[in-house]
C-alpha cells in the first residue's frame, strides 16, 4: 500500500511569511497527526483529526498555526506568519481505525527554515 | 510534552556489535513503542510491546519492559551499518485517545 505523503519536502521563507504544509495519509486511515519536530528533539503533537474533526489541539499555536482536514482524508497544515523558532521538520502520521493498539505511519516530513 | 526519556543520548559502536537503549517514563501506560529515524526521514515503527508484556523479539531486535521501574530496553544484535538512525520510545496512556507521548531519542552510529 502507499504510505502518507506530504508535500514540499523542503521549504525556505522569510519570518512573517505564510507557508502551508499538505498531508494524504494511508487510504482508510482515519485518524491524521501533525507533529513538529525540532532538531535534537522528539515529535510534539500539534494537532490530531479523526475523520474530518479535531480531536485534540491543545498544543497548536493558533494565534499563527492552523490546520484543516475538509473531506476527512487529505489535510493541510498553515503557518501564519511564521516565526524563526517555527524551524522544524513538520511531520504528518496516520493510524488505522478499529486497531487495538497506535501503530502509526509517517510521512517523510517538510523540513521548514525560517530566515 | 514529552514524557519518555531516552539514554544514552547519543552511542558510537563497531559494527557487529550490540547496541543497547534505554527508555524511561513517568505515568502508566497501555504499550510502549520504539520508532527508528533516518537522518532527513520520517519515523518508522519497529516494534510494540503491551504493558503486560515483559520481553518481546523481532529479528534482531529485543524490548524488554519493567513497569514496576517504568523503563525499557530496546537491544539491536549484531548491528550493521544501515542500523545509523537516531531511534525514539513513545508511550500510550490509557486515556490519551492513542496519542503518543514521544522522548528525545538516542542518536545511534555504527562505525564500519
Known amino acids: 500500500e502507499a504510505g502518507v505523503a506530504q508535500s514540499p519536502r523542503y521549504k525556505i521563507i522569510e519570518k512573517r511569511q505564510s507557508v502551508a504544509f499538505w498531508c494524504n495519509p494511508i487510504s482508510g486511515h482515519a485518524t491524521l497527526y501533525w507533529y513538529q519536530q525540532i532538531l535534537g528533539q522528539g515529535p510534539k503533537l500539534l494537532i490530531q483529526f479523526q475523520n474530518n474533526g479535531v480531536v485534540d489541539d491543545s498544543q497548536l499555536p493558533k494565534d499563527r498555526f492552523s490546520a484543516e482536514r475538509l473531506k476527512g482524508v487529505d489535510s493541510t497544515l498553515k503557518i501564519q506568519p511564521a516565526k524563526l523558532e517555527d524551524s522544524a521538520v513538520y511531520l504528518c502520521?496516520?493510524?488505522?481505525?478499529?486497531?487495538?493498539?497506535?501503530?502509526?505511519?509517517f510521512g517523510p516530513g517538510t523540513r521548514l527554515t525560517v530566515l | 510534552s514529552q514524557q519518555g526519556e531516552e539514554d544514552p543520548q547519543a552511542l558510537s559502536i563497531q559494527e557487529g556489535e550490540n547496541a543497547t537503549m534505554n527508555c524511561s517514563y513517568k505515568t502508566s501506560i497501555n504499550n510502549l513503542q520504539w520508532y527508528r529515524q533516518n537522518s532527513g526521514r520520517g519515523l518508522v515503527h519497529l516494534i510494540l510491546?503491551?504493558?503486560n508484556e515483559r520481553e518481546k523479539h523481532s529479528g534482531r531486535l529485543r524490548v524488554t519492559l519493567d513497569t514496576s521501574k517504568k523503563s525499557s530496553s530496546l537491544l539491536i544484535t549484531a548491528s550493521r551499518a544501515a542500523d545509523t538512525a537516531s531511534y525514539f520510545c513513545?508511550?500510550?496512556?490509557?486515556?490519551?485517545?492513542?496519542?503518543?507521548?514521544w522522548g528525545a531519542g538516542t542518536k545511534l552510529i555504527i562505525k564500519p
Open positions: 510491546i503491551r504493558s
Open positions: 502520521a496516520s493510524r488505522a481505525p478499529g486497531r487495538s493498539y497506535n501503530e502509526q505511519f
Open positions: 513513545a508511550t500510550t496512556r490509557r486515556d490519551s485517545n492513542y496519542q503518543l507521548i
